[in-house]
């Protein structure tokens, strides 16, 4: 399952984004417009642009702009101001920061709202693709895991009377498929993974050059090879597991890994 926006979730924090942004504009508008603060904050020649001649008391930065000294001035670039320094004065300048228009400030707040929104959807993208790449490298684990027990059961002697090595040592022989079962073995798994079946009355042959007695380092190849299969294999079993614990009147699982490689 892959993670998900919460529609209205998102619009509420994109709202209040919004007010946060306006809020300060605001506030910062009300600082460069009030004459008494024009030794520290004025407009500039063109009226589009604030000219902050010296640092503002706390009293100033804390209160109106949130945060303390340069901090808070950096947010007008955040938030689209081109900045200009010369000497000891900074200038911050937008096109809808405009003495005696302070209507036009919520135009500021859109351009940041939609880089925010983009940004969130690609922190999205990003997290189900890890989520992804994880659930593949734990998929082809998964896979490796039951071809060692495929071969583990083959190699005990004390399982010969129902499944065994073929006598070339390059395949196995299934002799009575409902004992294996309870081993959970996985038939079409096989196939898709390159093995051949051979069916010769109630017994069943698979083969693979890389299936060998006596060289069990030999199945790393076969998951190499195979990897998409092998993540596909785990992708539509654990579909069906899930489909099973919504239903439980659906077949056992041993039940299903016979039916669905029965030849």
């Known amino acids: ?22 809020y300060f504009l605001k506030k910062a508008y009300g600082i460069v417009n009030d004459p008494s603060t024009d030794s520290m904050i004025s407009w500039g020649p063109n009226g589009n642009s604030l000219i ?9 930065t804390e209160s109106f702009l ?3 000294g340069a901090l808070s001035m950096e947010r007008f670039v955040a938030y689209g101001f081109t900045m200009t320094v010369s000497g000891s004065q900074v200038e911050y300048a937008n096109d809808d920061f405009v003495r005696g228009q302070p209507q036009r400030l919520e135009k500021i707040c859109d351009p940041f709202v939609a880089r925010v929104k983009q940004h969130r959807e690609l922190r999205l993208k990003q997290d189900n693709d890890r989520k992804r790449h994880w659930e593949e490298i734990r998929s082809y684990g998964m ?3 039951i071809f060692k027990h495929i071969y583990s059961v083959v190699d005990d002697p004390a399982t010969n009377s129902f499944i065994s090595w073929g006598p070339n040592g390059k395949s196995f022989i299934v002799l009575d498929p409902q004992r294996c079962a309870c081993y959970c073995f996985p038939y079409n798994l096989l196939e898709e993974c390159g093995f051949t079946k051979t069916v010769s009355g109630s017994q069943m042959e698979f083969a693979s050059e890389n299936f060998v007695a006596g060289k069990p380092e030999l199945i790393k190849k076969i998951s190499e090879k195979h990897k998409p299969a092998m993540i596909a294999y785990t992708k539509k079993f654990r579909e069906w597991m899930e489909a099973f614990s919504r239903n439980p009147a659906m077949e056992k699982r041993t039940d299903y890994v016979l039916q669905a490689s029965s030849p």
């Open 52 to 60: 902050v001649h010296r640092p503002l008391p706390l009293e100033y």
């Open 1 to 22: 399952m892959e993670f998900t926006r919460d529609e209205a979730f998102d619009r509420a924090l994109l709202r209040d984004i919004k007010d946060r942004v306006f």
């Open 66 to 68: 949130f945060h303390s």
């Open 143 to 145: 896979v490796v895991e």
